[in-house]
């Protein structure tokens, strides 16, 4: 049987390809590029660098996690953003915040970082405070006093963390201890004082300014006096890596800028 000439001719293939392109289709086996996997050191998104490497710790909408929330508008006002930055690089030491930046052992290159450092902001930070709130600073202004920290912590924490900060108890068992040896051991001074100016929105603990259950009046804390509540908090820690032991081995000088 003789095939028709427009077959035998070869006419047939360019019709055949021309709807093969006109579909958006490729040539047979030849892979296309958008299908290709991006390298883990191109990974420029933030959402996917953000769930590689953060939410595990900060949680995956920013909140309820082991490490504090990011998704807090207190905190995104207050935090600067070369903080954000020098974190994501070099971490806390001591503390389980890792370094991200490949030149201090992490998995994340220097455009990495950046994305993240510059991205969280932008991510959680549309409900940010008002100019006129004034919250203190996020980072220390002096050393605190830890003598005088007892007083605030009787006047602001007391009631949610026992008189000692060893916790209340609730169906016969101490929640919402402070006074722990691990949990200090693992947490810088510099988170110390977040965790009192911002609280823990997530999980419903006040931040500097917030009302408390037995004090509808109760009045927003100074910066002098976060730095105190942080003294006496850091005096409860035992010896911490780089730290020494609570405020006993602390080199003189000002706490300005100190990790």
Not at 3 to 25: D, E, F
Not at 106 to 131: F, N, R, S, Y
């Amino acid at each position: 049987m003789r095939k028709p000439s427009w077959l035998a001719s070869g006419r047939l293939l360019p019709v055949i390809l021309s709807l093969l392109l006109a579909a958006g289709c490729d040539w047979p086996g030849r892979p296309d590029p958008a299908m290709r996997p991006v390298p883990a050191d191109q990974v420029l998104d933030f959402d996917i660098l953000y769930e590689q490497n953060c939410s595990g710790c900060h949680g995956a909408n920013g909140k309820v996690g082991p490490a504090p929330p990011l998704d807090d508008p207190l905190f995104l006002t207050i935090v600067p953003d070369a903080e954000l930055l020098h974190v994501i690089q070099k971490g806390r030491p001591g503390t389980p915040m890792p370094a991200f930046a490949r030149e201090q052992g992490g998995p994340l290159t220097d455009a990495q970082v950046t994305v993240l450092a510059e991205g969280i902001k932008p991510h959680w930070g549309k409900q940010q405070l008002a100019p006129t709130e004034k919250a203190p600073p996020y980072r220390t202004q002096g050393r605190g006093n830890a003598e005088r920290g007892e007083e605030v912590f009787m006047r602001a924490c007391m009631v949610c963390h026992g008189d000692q900060g060893e916790g209340i108890e609730k169906d016969g068992r101490l929640i919402r201890r402070i006074k722990d040896p691990a949990f200090l051991a693992l947490i810088s001074d510099q988170a110390l004082r977040r965790f009192v100016i911002t609280g823990r929105p997530d999980l419903g603990m006040p931040n500097y300014a917030g009302k408390r259950p037995d004090d509808p009046a109760f009045k927003p804390l100074t910066s002098a006096e976060v730095d105190d509540l942080v003294a006496l908090l850091s005096s409860w820690a035992p010896e911490r890596p780089g730290h020494g032991k609570g405020n006993e081995r602390r080199p003189a000088g000002p706490a300005k800028g100190r990790e």
